[in-house]
């Protein structure tokens, strides 16, 4: 179940029977040679909303962009400031707080955006310790490129070559979930430099010149992408279970 | 040309031959009993997806939130702050300058936004003239839903049950994008009140009860919303070439 | 009844029949080569008073300075950013309602104020919302220079040489209420060239060199400022009546 | 010389030969029985405005609301948050200088404003010096109660009565200011309590029942306001020639 | 007491007896030729350790951090800006608040400091007037260098030389503090230039060359250090029951 | 070599050989019953200041209070809201960077921090990137209780009852740094719950009524701590000794 295809009474029985909800969060950035400026917010919204559906969990709108400086050097990328982020996550989490959400499930597909979340659940949570406030909301935070079942499937697919930005599974997945727009590029070298991200855009580049971080995404595919699907829904579905204390 | 489907040399490449980008803008909020959450957004993507197809512009990612905050009193619905919003937007418009945009066209979907994205725009300019920096940089505001084609379809269609929330042709152009959250809903009264909605969420809920306003969205159909897009893709393509001085 | 000469215990007693207030709202901003920096403040308090004297409602302290970025190229313009001006408004706002004012109408005389007004208004309107605080709190904005009087006088003294910056009506009433600031200074065009003042300071100055839009304020005159003045108090006091419900 | 009286070409003159300014600001906020709620405004700009007259100096827009929180529990008291007032006199301070004023002198009539203008100042130079700008820009406050002609003359006139808010000084000189203000209203006690501000508005009214400190307003009048006047000019005029300089 | 060493269980006592507590702020910032970089927060948190062992009462973590942006030009001076001290200093008031304090006591080393710590006093208050909050909560802040017996004895030591910054009696009790890092230095004037601390960086280099002002610390030793001491515990604490008012 | 013993002549004099700089960061807040309010801030420094003394590196001071919102529940825990820290941590890296320092190393003690700071350096980047700024600026975050030699020595001393908030380990290491606020205080039971920090703070008390996260630090001891404090000083040579790119 989609939030932007659902009409307001649908929410409110929605919210008779679970108060949980799943939002996807990427980045809108370069991903190399072949892989998509939207990468990391198609990949963790395909899994939302295949968990939207096969489950019947509400999926929120996606957050398209995210915390992505170190990519400004190469054409296309757009960032918040972290401050600007928090500011969004703060008020989409009291937002459906209003509403009577109490589990607000962030499914993140941008490892950029990690820190950033998480200091906006902390900023959420402060003004409610600091003020007094009471009531239950729990936060969480979901990598989907870090759940189990991902991470095998890569490494028994690309090993070494995965990498860790642009890397072949993501490229994979948004393939599958976007395949209209599969590109075929050659990769020189084969596989990418690996190093820090912790810099500004313009050192990001003189490391990376083409954008991606230790990978070989041309060993990507859509049927890889089929599987890297099931493996994220899965460790998604997992995770987002524990999360609001359903076995 | 989506942004988001774009590797970052094709980017490059676009900016060779055109420094222009639409950016859909819309709100998630409620709209009525029959109109999707997601109704404000999904209408301007439609047609900034149709004019990127049609035309090779560049388009951004959905900005899906917007500012609603008088839609809080319905679940699901979703707001930014203002402040919030003038943050996102200055992050996006000085992302896209530092490429070398230098024509943002935001095309909208949600009355709420107009006055907010305008203090962004301000926001923005201002940055530039207290600190006296100079190069071109050209912001637009276009609403889907006030072009003239698209205003004289729905006055033939609807007239005066076209109303000015959960309209019918929002209604009508968002089924049509997503024909798959269709709902067929009762309507009472047949046309809802009219009023202002220069108030807090709680006082629109009164006033509003259930969240349309002055409109009978069930005069909605696909077909009628497969005409409000090409109204509204020839209203903003002939705004958009204004904008950017083309003939 | 101008707060500024009251007594705090004139106001309670104020409080005690009526809680509406007009706070005027200017700018500090070139008007051409005739025009005062102070004329969008001048204006908009000048009918302000001339409501308080006459009608006996409550005058707030004018907010001088506005959202004027564009001029600032022009010696003597100053701006506030936007979110400065969102701060200052809400600060105003909340001070009022603190008092048990519930009704606030922003007498305005600068186009390129309205935008942050109603940002303003709805920053006010979402922390309201987001934090489910209740009470009535009605927010309007009025531009004296919109008013329909004011409208047809100008068409009728002015035709198209009212122009929309620096113009003739708003020259005259300045005029009016500051007769020993009239300044007679030739005007080469007679007529400025018109465009759009979304755009920075720099290239603002470049669209209108002497600082008018579209207007000939040589026809300005402090008679025509009489009536301007009349027709603003009637323009501005129907609209504040419909905004109280007061028939 | 009022800027709000100005034209740009004479605002470009005169910064031709000075680049100077004066900058009155007050505050909006209750002045127990007899004074006016607008005295901390009306007091610095009637000095300033009378060195504008006198000396040619420019006199910017009077800043009337200030940092008055403690007087909130009292009817028609307005305040900024410190934060916001720094917002305001950032950009204030920012926009003179982009058109070349080098000292900019804010003339002030209310104590509470004292940490918060010069936290103000310490913003817009800590901006320059850790962003490595440079450029003369010398920023004042002078707060004309507390200079020494007006000292003595409150002194001489009233001893401890004088208090040290709603003083009889700065109620005489608002009267002189506004004639047509002026109200007769008995003093019980006839000496006001004295104590300290520090705190919030609750605590504030507790202390101060009628919003007088120490002082008895009773005997203010407007011949005194006349005396007031010169002294505060004389006071205001030295200190602002030492300021720019000037022997 | 030192907050730092407590536990929690030991909070919760103390708070049983006592709801005041002394924060130290101090500085990092250049005190010239031979004073340290750390002066301004090691003198007042010497004295507040002090009136911890001697008289019991609370005393938190040192803000080692304040307002010096005129320092930047000297190599290792750091600051906050003031409206990041505001916040820094918010969220301890509130968060002392929390818990029941009722009286925090800010033991000031640095000038510079004064203007922002009471703005952000005011902000404190502010948000609790405007939002109608109640309960007691007393702000206050002692400048342990303003004291009259330290003032005493540094005239009586120094005379003149004591100066303004980098004086010799701050530097004398911080070397007492810490023996280990003493330094002899040649002054070169042997008193330095005195003049105004309201500027930026670069200009309050070309005034102040090595960093003095009207100061000759080379007459400093650690036995007067010791004197400063006793003289800072005596003032700090006699100003601390007043506050708390404790006879 | 610690800033705050330092004048400016021996910083500027460090900068000519290095421009490396460590600052320890910490945390104020509860660490059970008998762990220290300061135990995130004592550790860490401690660890710097060994490095200090050993290896010529430059300390700066200690940023005592962090975020740690979930800890309010229990009397002496204070926070910085997320968007607080930022502004510090921002505030800090610009002044070191306008010094010339290229490398800031923050010597962590707190899990709490970890999030904001990595938040904290991107929104450094971002504005760099943002503007367009250059020159070189590395930021690096060390935990130094997640060093590979004090892990080992927890695990061999404590096993599983080293836990993960008020550890065994880390009250140890704040004791040999503290031996005079040593405390024998029974633990009840002996080993704490576990369970997510990730809540508000009187979620937090309700899981760990004493504060302690699944450790027995009845368990810990100064000579412990002297061992965890050479294991730390190792680690975090190491790691900075990588960071500065130091064989």
Chains 1, 2, 3, 4, 5, 6 share one sequence.
Request: hydrophobic residues 40%; charged residues 20%; contains cysteine.
């Amino acid at each position: 179940m989609r939030l932007q295809h659902a009409t307001w009474p649908e929410v409110e029985a929605y919210l008779q029977r679970a108060t949980g909800i799943i939002v996807p969060i990427g980045s809108t950035e370069q991903h190399g040679p072949n892989g998509l400026v939207g990468t990391d917010a198609i990949c963790p919204e395909a899994i939302a909303w295949a968990l939207g559906e096969r489950h019947g969990v509400l999926v929120g709108p996606t957050q398209a962009i995210g915390m992505a400086q170190h990519h400004l050097a190469f054409p296309g990328s757009l960032t918040l400031r972290p401050s600007t982020l928090i500011a969004v996550l703060r008020d989409t989490i009291v937002s459906l707080a209003r509403h009577g959400f109490t589990h607000v499930f962030f499914l993140n597909g941008h490892g950029g955006n990690i820190a950033t979340v998480n200091a906006a659940f902390a900023e959420v949570q402060a003004e409610r310790s600091l003020e007094g406030r009471s009531g239950e909301l729990e936060l969480a935070l979901f990598n989907w490129f870090a759940g189990r079942r991902g991470r095998e499937l890569a490494e028994s697919l690309y090993g070494d070559a995965e990498g860790s930005h642009a890397t072949a599974s993501e490229v994979s997945l948004s393939w599958f979930a976007r395949p209209e727009a599969v590109k075929q590029v050659p990769m020189s070298p084969r596989v990418a430099p690996t190093g820090s991200a912790q810099c500004d855009a313009d050192e990001f580049r003189r490391r990376f010149p083409d954008g991606r971080m230790g990978s070989d995404p041309s060993l990507a595919s859509v049927e890889h992408g089929a599987r890297f699907l099931e493996a994220g829904v899965e460790d998604a579905w997992e995770a987002y279970r524990a999360f609001i204390g359903q076995p």
